[in-house]
């Protein structure tokens, strides 16, 4: 059974900053290309960050310069450093998981809420 648990998720007033994690269990985590995705309300949902089974990194424009992704495969983990945070970036985060066959699967989303 795939399973992916987001943590990390708060109100931050702007200008803070956040670390998401998602731990993967039930595949072969190494393989997989894990990325970040939100959703705000009312808004399309949004591909944040992507890293791929090799480290390669990807990000939205709106996440270039304040959001980091990274990912320990010994601990079967990704990351989302977000520094700078603006209340444009809340929004419910989305762990995603893909493997070389394009098969994808979703966490249950951790809320994150930038407000003073």
């Known amino acids: 059974q795939v399973q992916l648990v987001e943590s990390g998720g708060g109100l931050v007033q702007p200008g803070g900053s956040l670390r998401l994690s998602c731990a993967a269990s039930g595949i072969r985590f190494s393989i997989y290309a894990m990325g970040w995705s939100r959703q705000a309300p009312g808004k399309q949902r949004e591909l944040v960050a992507t890293?791929?089974?090799?480290?390669?990194?990807n990000y939205a424009d709106s996440a270039k310069g304040r959001f980091t992704i990274s990912r320990d495969n010994a601990k079967n983990t990704v990351y989302l450093q977000m520094n700078s945070l603006k209340p444009e970036d809340t929004a419910v985060y989305y762990c995603?998981?893909?493997?070389?066959?394009?098969?994808?699967?979703w966490g249950q989303g951790t809320q994150v809420t930038v407000s003073s």
């Open positions: 890293i791929s089974r090799y480290g390669s990194t």
């Open positions: 995603t998981a893909r493997n070389p066959i394009d098969s994808e699967y």
